[in-house]
């Protein structure tokens, strides 16, 4: 009796063991990943490069990019931006971002390097103020070329929180604050689906590599970018779209 007791509590410790460290096992998979530390540009650097373009810098905990430094440089080249030490498959990945009145830019994910520029490969969840950005800059000639009906405005896909050039957002559940103040962004992507959240409201959805998917592909911005999104691993990024740029809580975690 006394060995059969003895035998069950082993059984039980063993088993309680197996429980505990696999879900620890499973919770250290699924940690967050700091892309940034607050401090420095350690991981980051310009694409199709080994250094960071002038602009971009750490200061009071944000990775900006500071247009007045970019031109006390004498620089040619790109620059977007990448976190160059991993390359991510299916993850969900948050940022905190603000621009200024009339800025743009671009959260890239799946990105490889080798191509002209990150646009040729990557998504991109879409980062401009949506208010001001076609009373500032003339967009007419440049929408032209897609058949817009009003192309000196601002296009449903060119909006913020849009996988740019291809799936717009649900207005009705977007809150973008004005420029000059921080927003929040997470994107989740799994092969099944892939979601667009802006301020803690989802308002995109879509499936990757669908029918639908590659139907919007080669039917509009990329019909004659091949590469764009085949890709189904590739490093993180940010566009540079000749405006300052302040980035802050910069984390990843993989799915």
Do not use: C
Request: hydrophobic share 35%; aromatic share 16%.
């Amino acid at each position: 009796m006394k060995k059969n007791i003895l035998l069950f509590g082993i059984i039980a410790v063993l088993g309680y063991a197996i429980i505990v460290f696999g879900s620890q096992s499973s919770n250290f998979e699924n940690e967050w990943i700091s892309l940034f530390d607050g401090k420095t540009t350690d991981g980051w650097r310009g694409y199709n490069s080994e250094m960071m373009p002038p602009g971009w810098i750490a200061k009071d905990g944000m990775l900006m990019f500071d247009t007045e430094l970019e031109l006390e440089q004498n620089y040619i080249g790109g620059k977007d931006i990448i976190y160059g030490k991993q390359e991510f498959e299916n993850f969900e990945l948050y940022v905190e971002w603000k621009i200024p009145v009339g800025g743009n830019s671009g959260i890239f994910y799946h990105i490889k390097e080798g191509y002209g520029g990150p646009p040729e490969v990557s998504p991109e969840y879409q980062l401009i103020d949506d208010l001001n950005y076609a009373t500032i800059h003339d967009l007419k000639s440049y929408n032209q070329q897609f058949g817009s009906e009003e192309p000196s405005k601002l296009q449903d896909w060119q909006q913020t929180a849009a996988d740019y050039a291809m799936h717009i957002t649900n207005h009705d559940l977007k809150k973008l604050n004005p420029a000059g103040e921080w927003n929040s962004a997470k994107i989740i992507f799994t092969n099944e689906k892939v979601e667009h959240w802006l301020n803690g409201k989802m308002v995109l959805s879509f499936v990757p590599w669908s029918t639908e998917w590659y139907e919007k592909r080669n039917s509009g911005k990329w019909k004659n970018a091949p590469d764009y999104g085949k890709y189904k691993t590739g490093y993180i990024g940010f566009q540079d779209h000749g405006s300052s740029l302040w980035f802050r809580n910069i984390k990843i975690r993989k799915l």
